[in-house]
């Protein structure tokens, strides 16, 4: 009874059809649509069957490209990032320790301007336990090297954030991570609507780029001294700005060739009676909408692209729509700061407007996040009148056998 | 029992959840993987996180409703409408109707009755289906795999798919073959099915979710954590980890040590993995080979390799754990 999971990529999809697929291979799907020519990726959990189900593609003869085993991640984004620079287009994936394992290699990708793509199935990093259920690293550290980072909340998002994240890395010539929840959406079964072949490949044309080349030879990354190293950080600043930009008209392509409509920010219920709203990004937003249901009087704030971070667009939507108070909700925490790191982005845009808000951290190392800590969080930020005091805090922790943190 | 349209206006506005228990290997998650296909509105299906072992218990869970807002949480399921229990042996191992909400529907792969399955899980509020399904697996399938016939009896009892559309599911997933005998033994399923209705239909209004559960009230908090992520081997305050795990019930077969072949040598205390040889320091001050620990023994058969004298030897399971033979 043997199940191919990916076999509906065997042949060409020639029409808009709708299966069910678990996040990891509706993403292996989306790259395969893309027409990489280098995967190289080192197995972790829960990412495993994104270059899993690659494997087949390009075993079953599918998809043309070189399926590269490699050592570590190390070894993955360093051969992803040389294969790129000599002009393929490469995929990646990684989660947790993993990705840590990457650092090294992570700005090169950056400075040289490539557009490789990886995915992210947010994973825990190992501290104090060995965990492989989800939080968000991917926010905790690595993030202001420069990667685009766009967050998905279900299967069919991580599927198209697989094609668009190509579209956005060949656009802003700036590499491009997609990040979905590790086992909450990459072992999901969800349905979801696949993008014909042929419209893939037309939003995913392979550019000309400046690539290694016999014919021009030079120098990549060679060693500079002080007289020159910023000249290039400010080269690469310049470059980056116009990246939100390209991102919103990647979307517009996107939106009017299948009809699904992304953004740098989605909201919705803004222009509810209590002016307040939630603000988060990934899994969770799915699950506010759905306790939102019975809960009319409060808003969401979603956000898609993490990095660069939409301050203006923040502001705008704040500022439109008269919301007073924000609760922040995030699977990270910061053991150092004031404000957990994705926090910390919305509190930098937040800075000019003064709007309230307070941050709650929730569902590290997989636990469920459900509609207890909605409706105790939505409880505590009535009584918020100011910036004073502690501004985060811990959402479904246990304080002793009997009591949990910050439930009455 | 509710019929198919009673159903219809109830998904309208209201999720119905599933949950499955199997054993993996089973195919539990392909068949909650079905449902979510076979079902004419939004589905999420999700297996129980983590790291899944051949003939360890699995569960997996449907959420399905006609509204997409509804099953657009990525919640786990806590309180099922419909459980399904793929293996009989799983009903004295795990509590397979915690949460499952008054009036819902339990159905089971057992050759045991109705009253008989009431008393084993002690719920008498809720409404039970029984199927031999390991019967008809091995009649029309040829083997011992009853995921896609356990579908039936959720078919006879709570019609929230139709026997086509799963059929459709079904040939999309398997080989001509392979399809067309599942839809056969699916079919013989809704014949057979027992049903044992108390007249109550769960409320699919009500949140019968207990506050807070997903944070395990009663484990020790932060402030009862002595030193985080170490636990020393004098405490007992951390009650987990592998050693209540009950590996054993996951094995094919009962490994089974002779007592006068065993040189104590020690080679199998060494190679297995789960702790499972039991040793003792005798008078001599020499440590003795007691025995195996079948709690925890999940028959990896490292030992029997191992020994060097053949005083381990491995006999087949009785009963269901062996039906779990991996898929070929």
Known sequence: ??????????????????????????????????????????????QTQSVEG???????????????????ELAAISFSTASCAAGARSFTATASQGYLLMTEGLPMAVGWRLPLTMMISARAFNSPNLSIWNAWEFTETNSEMGWNCIVSENVQETYDAAILSVMISEDSLFPTMFVHDGFIISHSVQKLTLIPDETVLKMTPKKPRDTIDPSNPGTWGGIVTPSYFMEGRKNLDEAKKPVLSQMREVFKTFRKETGRDYNLIETYNLDNSSKIAFCTMGSMCGNI??????????????????????????????????????????????????????????????????????????GLGGRDVTRDEFDIAKKKIVSVTDMKGELYQYLGVRETKQKIYGVD | MLTAEQLKEVLKENVINLRFHARGGQGGVTASNLCVEAFYGYGVCQPMFGAERMGSPTESYVRLSANDDLVRTNEQVYAPHVVAVLDPSLLGEIDVTAGLAKGGWLIVNTVLNQVEIQDVVGRKDINIGTIDATRIALDVLGRNITNTIILGGIIRVMPIFSIEALGDAIMRRFKGEVAAKNIAAIKQAIEETCVYDIGKDPDFTVDTKVPWQQVFPGLPGYKEVDKAG???????????????????????????????????????????????????????GLWHMKGIDQFHCKSCQNCLEVCPVEAISKKLKQGPASCAAPEN
């Open chain 1, 1 to 46: 009874m043997s199940i191919e999971p990916m076999k509906i990529f065997f042949k060409e999809i020639k029409e808009p059809v709708t299966t069910t697929m678990i996040g990891n291979y509706a993403v292996a799907g989306g790259v395969t649509q893309t027409d990489p020519d280098v995967i190289c990726a080192f197995p972790i959990t829960p």
């Open chain 1, 54 to 72: 690659l494997s087949d593609v390009v075993h079953q003869g599918r998809l043309k490209a070189a399926f590269v085993n490699v050592e570590s």
């Open chain 1, 289 to 362: 909408i759905s306790w939102m249901t019975k809960n009319k009087d409060i808003g969401l704030i979603k956000v898609r692209a993490y990095r660069p971070f939409p301050y203006e667009e923040l502001r705008k939507i704040i500022e439109e729509h008269n919301i007073e108070k924000l609760i922040i909700l995030e699977k990270s925490d910061s053991l150092n700061a004031m404000l957990p790191p994705f926090s910390m982005s919305i509190a930098s845009a937040l800075y000019p407007l003064g709007t309230l808000f307070r941050s709650f951290i929730v």
């Open chain 2, 230 to 284: 170490v636990w020393y081997c004098d405490e007992d305050v951390i009650e987990m980890g592998s050693g209540l795990v009950n590996t054993g019930s996951w094995g094919e077969y009962d490994m089974i040590w002779d007592e006068e072949k065993c040189t104590d040598c020690a080679q199998c205390w060494y190679i297995c993995p789960d702790f499972a040889i039991i040793r003792e320091k005798g008078e001599d």
